[in-house]
């Protein structure tokens, strides 16, 4: 049997031609196995490092041969250093990544890390040399539960190259008629453990990829929202990495681009503001690309007042934790809250009140001079499909209405 072919039988999980290829390191270090799981966890397939240098690539003379467009032919390498493994990249055309870390150099690696090579997932289990039960021989093999993050890393994959996102609107309502004057776009994903956007940006925080996936959830979110309403307004959400970047404005094109007709509204979160430089910048960009600009959980720390002053966005939002403290606030705390909401009109600036959930607040907000209101007292965050489906109910309504009036006239 040619070497090519040994390597691919082991790559298979043929333990059986490895068990005594280096006994000395396993006594010194223990056992260590490259652990691949499905996207369920389950059936997992485990690869012994063995020997001093443990080779990984896409050529069929590797220890362990992988067969992925995204793998080199020499991808990565494993070495023993007496009793600690490390693991360096072989000058891989997509990268190895340890626990979201690019590998530069010779990195030490421990059980349990998440190793990328291009975008084949794998996990690091150590086990050490068994010791002979007493009385019985005979053993089970045992094999480890891959760590939760392996499978969230593939996963993770998945929505940035096969989106698997799925948009979320919550709408945007107006005092004045009660009408929804557009929807903010909120990310879910349809991945077991991905399904909330915490999860999701700590994974894409790991991969150092918050910019990528926040360009791929504001495209997706348009795509499902035309769908929704395609003269309907979206809000969409920008990541504190990307702004201050000239990545966030050709995104932004590429965006008016793919969708030239939709009204859309850009969002930045007031921490994330770094200069009024930089915001004189973008508000020119947007106003080139007709798109509106929006100052998000304004109040939740310290009010950024100057860049308000000098480059008014069209919408204000103010953080829930501002607009809900109103309803037990004092007479004179709402007075100064109704001055700010004028000093706020006088630069025709929309006021929008987030994280309404009572009828109370509501009441407040509106007396106060709020324009919009958004929270759960108005619509929770939902699937495109659960608007459509609760607008045909209201468009059937409507209709049935009109017709009873006929009949009586």
């Known amino acids: 049997m040619s070497h090519g072919l040994s390597t691919v039988k082991q790559s298979l999980l043929d333990f059986s031609q490895l068990k005594g290829r280096d006994d000395a390191t396993s006594e010194r270090c223990g056992i260590w196995f490259l652990v691949r799981s499905s996207e369920n966890g389950g059936d997992q397939h485990r690869t012994r490092i063995a020997g001093d240098r443990f080779s990984v690539g896409r050529r069929l003379d590797c220890d362990l041969c992988v067969a992925d467009p995204t793998v080199s032919g020499n991808h990565a390498a494993f070495e023993f250093q007496g009793d600690r493994l490390f693991l360096s990249d072989s000058g891989s055309t997509n990268g190895t990544l340890v626990n979201g870390a690019c590998v530069n150099g010779s990195t030490e ?162 921490a994330a503001i770094t200069s009024v430089a930089y915001l004189t910048e973008l508000q020119a960009v947007l106003r080139d690309l007709n798109i509106d600009l929006a100052y998000d959980d304004f109040g939740a720390g310290q009010a950024r007042l100057i860049e308000l002053f000098e480059v008014p966005p069209k919408y204000l939002k103010f953080d829930l934790s501002f607009v809900r403290g109103l309803e037990n606030a004092s007479k004179p705390h709402r007075a100064s809250v109704r001055s700010l909401l004028n000093m706020v009109h006088d630069l025709d600036v929309i006021a929008l009140a987030e994280g309404v959930e009572t009828q109370v607040q509501s009441e407040i907000c509106e007396e106060l001079g709020f324009d919009l209101v958004q929270g759960y007292l108005f619509g929770r965050p939902q699937p495109r499909e659960f608007w459509q489906e609760k607008m045909s109910s209201m468009a059937t309504m409507e209709v049935e209405a009109m017709a009873g009036a006929n009949r009586k006239v």
């Not at 045992?142 to 499978?151: G, R």
């Not at 996102?165 to 776009?185: D, K, L, S, W």
């Open 109 to 270: 690696v421990f059980s349990g890390d998440v190793i990328h090579f291009g975008q084949m997932v794998y996990s690091l289990d150590q086990k050490r040399s068994p010791q002979k039960p007493s009385g019985n021989p005979a053993t089970k093999t045992q094999f480890a539960t891959a760590p939760e993050n392996a499978i969230l890393f593939r996963g993770f994959d998945q929505l940035l190259n096969r989106p698997d996102i799925e948009p979320y609107f919550q709408p945007v309502v107006a005092f004045a008629n009660g009408a929804t004057v557009g929807y903010e776009v909120l990310v879910r994903s349809k991945l077991k453990g991905l399904e909330f956007p915490d999860r999701i940006f700590r994974i894409a925080n790991l991969r150092h990829a918050e910019v990528k996936l926040s360009e791929v959830c504001r495209s997706e979110g348009l795509l499902s929202g035309i769908q929704l309403d395609p003269l309907g307004c979206y809000f969409l959400n920008t990541h504190a990495v990307e702004v201050g970047t000239p990545r966030l404005f050709e995104s932004l094109r590429e965006l008016r681009d793919d969708y030239p007709e939709t009204s859309i509204v850009i969002e930045i979160h007031e």
